[in-house]
């Protein structure tokens, strides 16, 4: 059985961090794309971050490029965003995300896996 | 970055009716395999987005066939035949083209009529 558990969400001070953590079971991580989504209270979804599939091309929103990290570990099958100097405007629930849209000679497929949001509160 | 542009942003339709929402990118999704990297997503209230359609209009598993995904390049359409209790909720497409780095349109919420 598959299962996505979202840790590490909160309350934190402007200007803090904080680190949000995938837990993975039932697959391998490795070869799957995997991002982090975010859903602002009463508004749609926003794309955060994301790895590429073998892991070797990170990418970021320019609403959070230099202040957020996106790493795994392979070993632990975990997906981590560290978030450092957060702000009132990163409130959010924040999804972790799993991909894997295959094409090959004999048809196609797509795993998708997501966690269960983690909240994130910025605020004084 | 590939701006995805989604219409009608609200829909309300009476169960056993039709509904169809449209999607459009700034550019074309059709990557060099031939598949347009387009995807649907349903997401209900208070749970995750769920896959319905990948690549433009293959059904993920488990998805009713009620739900059709069509179109290429930049204009894409999802259809459902007859609308459901069940299928309540917001719709987004997402372009994956340039991975990592998504897009997800507004969001189009289907409200019972």
């Known amino acids: 059985e598959v299962q996505v558990l979202e840790s590490g969400g909160g309350l934190v001070q402007p200007g803090g961090s904080l680190r949000l953590s995938c837990a993975v079971s039932?697959?391998?991580?490795?070869?799957?794309?995997m991002n982090w989504v975010r859903q602002a209270p009463g508004k749609g979804l926003e794309w955060v971050a994301g790895?590429?599939?073998?892991?070797?091309?990170?990418d970021y929103a320019d609403s959070v490029k230099g202040r957020f990290t996106i790493s795994k570990d392979n070993s632990k099958n975990n997906l981590d965003l560290q978030m450092n100097n957060l702000r009132a405007e990163d409130t959010a629930v924040y999804y972790c995300?799993?991909?894997?849209?295959?094409?090959?000679?004999?048809?196609?497929?797509?795993?998708?896996?997501w966690g269960q949001g983690a909240l994130v509160t910025v605020s004084s | 970055d590939i701006v995805m542009t989604q219409s009608p942003l609200s829909l309300y339709v009476t169960p056993g009716e039709p509904a169809s929402i449209s999607c459009r990118s700034s550019?074309?999704?059709?990557?060099?395999?031939?598949?347009?990297?387009l995807h649907w997503y349903l997401q209900k209230p208070g749970q995750s987005p769920q896959l319905l359609i990948y690549?433009?209009?293959d059904r993920a598993s488990g998805v009713p066939d009620r739900f059709s995904g069509s179109g290429s390049g930049t204009d894409f359409t999802l259809r459902i035949s007859r609308v459901e209790a069940e299928d309540f909720g917001v719709y987004y497409c997402?372009?994956?083209?340039?991975?990592?780095?998504?897009?997800f349109g507004q969001g189009t919420k289907l409200a019972i009529k």
């Open positions: 995300a799993f991909q894997d849209i295959a094409v090959t000679s004999v048809g196609v497929g797509a795993d998708d896996y």
């Open positions: 039932g697959f391998s991580i490795s070869g799957y794309v």
């Open positions: 790895l590429s599939g073998g892991g070797v091309v990170t």
């Open positions: 550019q074309s999704l059709l990557h060099r395999n031939g598949y347009n990297h």
């Open positions: 690549l433009g209009s």
């Open positions: 997402m372009q994956g083209l340039q991975t990592p780095r998504y897009t």
